[in-house]
């Protein structure tokens, strides 16, 4: 993909990924709450500018520890403890510290357990009865970025309510409680043995992986020494990548986000298949022996095919973005889909809205509810080979049946003040768009979050015609 913010360059095209951001066309539920920090997954920025600095950070920790202590938000009988895990950006150490610093001054014990998968810190807060954990790790982001994010003592992400709460505390002055209440710290030496375990365990026990040999691509994030382990005690045998951090090259050139370093090693060193995780390991892509890719939505139809072996699945949930044929084949198998926002946390409250147990996202943020409370890249990537060695078959024998529609994403880059709601030769293109592509195919207009720019994503059953019709929308604004 063109950086178009770098280079200057009015209209790009690139491959389709999610962006949790808000969407340009009315959303298929009800509006979220507007807050000045949180978006759809916790707090990030470029580390030393606002809000990442080590003194909102320790801020935020005060205001978040105070809100546990008032509320009594998962304390099963004392003080409130909080787990703090992190991916491993060199800026991990200092927000790692600055965030401990504000939860024991608000009185609340920390758990550290060091570098380790998103999800992982959402289990163990569980696992542990933990009052709330928190990540340190901006997902698939450069080293440069960092964020925040918090899990219940569910190991769900904060509702919006409970983060509303934080923003409104982050006014406050920090203060302490007395010296003989002040929060105590202390770390989890067997974090990481935990978390192994527990992803082995979602693994169906009547299988194995032996006479497998898989890439594991770490992205030199959070999963670098526990994800080649789960593969491994599992049978398999793996040949890890992007597993030697330094704290400067999370998701550089490798993991979920950079996928031609796990193809080339399928090729090379003739794997089975190559397992791509992001920086803190809740994304995931999967590469065959051939070096394909299977992104999100083909992995989710893998998933709820083995399901569908054993009992009737009601229904899944994807995006906005959730290719058409992937809605087709599960329709076709009698099961119903449904679109939520983009974001992995919409998707996981239609769900329970629902009461459904599988959904994801295109990007490969997968959801298994009946093996984790939340998008796991380890455990997606073994309920997928869980169906694969159910099966029989390899993975593309598996999804045959489902016929991906080409798509084709445009970014158009907008002058200041420009409403494109109301621009009327736009509104007119997206009319003629869709009717040309009648039930064959799909539009999707929509702002990104982080750039003053229009993305366009048509889908149509022949990728020409996608690209022009794409063109067609962007140019309608070209010369706004």
């Given amino acids: 993909m063109v950086d178009t913010q770098r280079k200057g360059i009015r209209m790009t095209q690139e491959q389709p990924k999610e ?13 979220s709450m507007v807050r000045q920090w949180f978006g759809t997954d916790g707090i990030r920025g470029r580390v030393g500018e606002a809000p990442i600095t080590p003194d909102f950070v320790m801020r935020l920790g005060y205001a978040a520890g105070q809100v546990l202590a008032r509320d009594g938000s998962g304390v099963r009988g004392g003080r409130p403890t909080v787990l703090i895990g992190k991916d491993t950006r060199v800026s991990g150490y200092l927000l790692e510290s600055a965030l401990q610093s504000g939860l024991s001054a608000a009185g609340v014990d920390v758990l550290l357990c060091g570098p380790l998968p998103t999800p992982g810190v959402a289990y163990l807060t569980r696992a542990l009865r933990l009052s709330a954990g928190v990540v340190i790790s901006a997902s698939h982001n450069p ?3 960092n964020g925040i994010k918090f899990f219940s003592a569910d190991g769900d992400k904060l509702p919006d309510a409970t983060e509303a709460r934080i923003e409104a505390a982050l006014g406050s002055a920090i203060t302490c409680v007395a010296a003989s209440e002040l929060g105590r710290a202390r770390r989890i030496e067997d974090a990481a043995g935990r978390y ?21 691509d770490c992205a030199h994030g959070a999963a670098y020494q526990a994800a080649p382990a789960v593969f491994h005690e599992l049978g398999a045998e793996v040949i890890a990548i992007g597993a030697a951090p330094n704290g400067l090259n999370i998701n550089d050139g490798f993991g979920a986000t ?4 796990i193809a080339q090693a399928v090729l090379e060193h003739r794997a089975d298949y190559g397992i ?11 590469a065959d022996r051939t070096g394909r890719l299977f ?8 998933m709820v095919l083995d399901r569908l072996r054993r009992s009737p699945v009601a229904g899944a949930v994807g995006t906005l973005m959730s290719n058409l044929g992937l809605e087709q084949a599960l329709e076709r198998r009698g099961v119903r889909f449904e679109r939520a926002k983009v974001g992995d946390r919409y998707v996981l409250e239609m769900l329970r809205a629902r009461g459904w147990l599988f959904g994801g996202e295109s990007s490969g943020h997968l959801l298994a509810l009946d093996r984790h409370s939340t998008g796991d890249g380890t455990i997606s990537a073994l309920q997928v080979l869980a169906a694969v060695r159910s099966g029989g078959v390899d993975l593309a024998t598996l999804i045959a049946d489902m016929a991906m529609l080409p798509q084709r994403l445009l970014n158009v880059r907008l002058q200041p003040g420009f409403d494109w709601r109301t621009h009327a030769p736009l509104a007119e293109a997206k009319r003629a768009v869709e009717a040309e592509l009648a039930e064959r195919g799909r539009v999707l207009i929509r702002a990104s979050g982080t750039e003053p720019l229009l993305r366009f994503m ?6 020409d015609v996608a690209q022009a019709l794409a063109e067609r929308l962007a140019q309608s604004v070209q010369t706004a």
């Fill in 458 to 463: 048509v889908e149509a059953r022949d990728a």
């Fill in 143 to 145: 080293f440069e970025d």
């Fill in 276 to 286: 791509a995780l992001d920086g803190d390991a809740d994304r995931l892509v999967i």
């Fill in 258 to 261: 950079h996928t031609a370093a």
């Fill in 196 to 216: 192994i375990e527990f992803c082995k365990s979602t693994f169906p026990a009547e299988l194995d992986l032996r006479g497998l040999r898989l890439i594991v």
């Fill in 19 to 31: 962006q949790p951001k808000e969407q340009l066309k009315k959303e298929p539920q009800g509006q």
């Fill in 295 to 302: 992104n999100g939505d083909e992995l989710l139809y893998a």
